[in-house]
């Protein structure tokens, strides 16, 4: 017998005769209701992230003058990231086509991204590596992650977000920079993630 | 079915290594800092959530279901995995589930694994297993690093490093790393934010070279395929995402019917584990993601034991959140070593004796090492009633014979009321007698409570005296 039958026979054993039981969901689920933006932009301050809200017309400036302040000179720009946001002077936009090595991405200043969905409730950008996302590495390996987050994708809460996603994609969902809590449950941030996160709110 | 394997040695029953780990004060002192903290915080991100009760009880509801078609539901996932790109391997037990594990790591021509924080691995004594194939397994969480770093072992679900303060952290740091990779910084301070960053410096580089990586899961979805891995750390991500191969060993209890249940455990289980809105990063993937090759093993090693189990079956619904052990006034002045299992506190007391059997003198201690106080039970965020299984698992496990003895003898006085009329005139009169700790093996009982004074007179013989008070 295959362990497979083998672990299936047990568990029908362990079942046989056992009632099955409802389920109920009398929690908030997914609401028709946007998001506040004031609600999540608090909440990613929580984090410890650094949050901007501005206005469309205003993307650009404040990305330029976001890399400008970290003294960024290379930052990986992932395929259909709108160009109209990314237009700082004396920063290399690095394209990650053919795809960059991990060592390469070790090397960058930092990355930009759009995200897929965010969750106003708990102050969470989720990137579902569509257009602007890029893959999973790129908002991994660089320490510095600055994400634009359209008000139009701000959900209130996390039944909203797991039913605006599809899960065939690899999700990551960011709630805040790389933390740890091992040492005396003091919270340091960044310990392999990426230890700067900037979140651009459009209006 | 055979011994179940959890990885620790099964020596000395709890009562003998909790009395160990309260002499020791800097570990009391380590773990009532970290529990009172991380008390404090999940009470506070709890009462936020206005349907916590509400989820709670989805939560409970929806594992329950899942336990009763487990069947079903596996098959299921093991469908989507492979509709999805991924092979799924069925493992019954620890040998054959590291055997699985060795043999695919083997098939890369690799010798270096790295490993994200998981329990069911720690279950089964994989690194050892490897190790003794010739392949060396790096634990990534920060915690786990300093366990593996310390040649120690976890001593809680979630912060398996929680017995550490900083200055023994440090030590560890300045004198094992060098004989794992990266030596740490020789201006090391032990600082939480310098700890961490000479973490950073001494995984990075293997982050970015290592082909294999080793996962657990939080929750597998029946419906998609999809695995789920909640963290903080990056290490996490850094193993789901650089490694060419990943193989993910999952207990059969983690899977959940469909993609919409993680909107229920996606808020109970932060919340309930680190006292946070959200852990910093959560991952899901389906099969091979991004060209990965995947495999998921099903492992056993006891759990369907547990399922047959009428009482104990509900402790297969543990999220291991270990809000149950940040609460317990037992775990807080023992540690998580006396239990001697990889799952330690609260639902270690359930889980280690259902899935180990109680042939040892350990498993058969576990059940008593609570107060029944109930408060595992308030905080659990699937409701595993956990005093309840205690109570049914103690009626299983002999009671020590001075117990038995002193119950048979309580038994043959209290059947004839003559009996309980002349024992207590007796006592009564011999009340000076009464030693303040009872003798010999009794002893145990009074080390820790006051005996109650023996009064001068019954209360029957007060009646009779004085007509109930009217004389």
Known sequence: MSSRDLILARVRRALAGVPDAGITRAYRGPS??????????????????????????????????????????????????????????????????????AADLDAVDGVVTTCAVAIAETGTIVL???????????????????????????????????????????????????????????????????????????? | MSVTFLGMPADRPFPRNAARAVRDSQLRFNLRKATRTIRARRASVVAEAPDWAELREAGRAIKEHTLRNLDRYLVQLEEAVTAAGGHVHWAAGAAEANRIVAGLVKATGETEVVKVKSMATQEI????????????????????????????????IVVPAIHRNRAEIREIFAEHMSGWGRPAPEDLTDEPAALAEAARLHLRERFLKTKVAISGANFA?????????????????????????????????????????????????????????????????????????????????????????????????????????????????????????????????????????????LDRSLPYASSLCGACYEVCPVAIDIPSVLVDLRSRARHPWPERAGMAAAGWVFERHGRLARLQRAGGRLRRLVPRRLPGPLGGWTDTRDL????????????????????
């Not at chain 2, 397994?137 to 310390?150: F, H, K, R």
Request: proline residues 7%; negative net charge; aromatic residues 6%.
């Open chain 1, 32 to 101: 028709a209701a946007p998001g506040e933006i004031r609600l999540y932009e608090e909440r990613v301050r929580d984090y410890r992230a650094v949050v901007h809200v501005v206005d469309e017309a205003g993307v650009a400036g404040r990305v330029a003058r976001s890399l400008a302040g970290r003294g960024a000179r290379r930052i990986v720009v992932p395929g259909g990231f709108p160009p109209r946001w990314f237009a700082a002077e004396g920063v290399e936009a690095v394209a990650d086509d053919p795809p960059l090595s």
């Open chain 1, 128 to 203: 579902d590596t569509g257009p602007g996302q890029g893959r999973r590495a790129l908002t991994l390996v660089p320490d510095y992650h600055l994400c634009v987050v359209r008000a139009a994708q701000i959900v209130a809460a996390v039944p909203d977000a797991v039913a605006r996603l599809d899960p065939a994609r690899p999700l990551t969902w960011i709630s805040g920079p790389s933390a740890t809590s091992d040492i005396e449950l003091n919270r340091v941030e960044g310990v392999h993630g990426p230890r700067t996160l900037e979140v651009l709110i459009v209006r």
């Open chain 2, 125 to 156: 004594g994989l690194n050892e297993a490897l190790l003794e194939q010739g392949i060396t397994a790096y634990e990534t969480d920060l915690a786990e690093l300093i366990v593996q770093l310390g040649d120690d072992r976890p001593s809680h």
């Open chain 2, 221 to 361: 979805i029946a419906e998609t395929g999809t695995m789920v891995v909640l963290e903080s750390e990056g290490n996490g991500r850094m193993c789901l995402t650089l490694p060419r191969t990943l193989i993910s060993v999952v207990g059969i209890e983690k899977v959940l019917p469909s993609w919409r249940d993680l909107e229920v455990f996606l808020q109970l289980l932060p919340r309930s584990s680190t006292g946070e809105r959200m852990n910093p990063y959560t991952s899901t993937w389906t099969g091979a993601a991004e060209g990965q090759e995947f495999h998921l093993v099903l492992l056993d090693n006891g759990r369907t034991r547990v399922l047959a189990d009428e009482v104990g079956r509900q402790a297969l619904r543990c999220i291991r959140c270990s809000a149950c052990l940040n609460v317990c006034p037992v775990y807080e002045r023992t540690g998580g070593h006396a239990y001697g299992s990889v799952y330690p506190g609260p639902i270690g007391a359930i889980l280690t004796p259902q899935l180990r059997g109680m042939g040892s003198e």
């Open chain 2, 452 to 471: 109650p004074e023996v009064p001068r007179e019954s209360f029957r013989e007060w009646w009779d005296r004085t007509d109930g008070g009217r004389r």
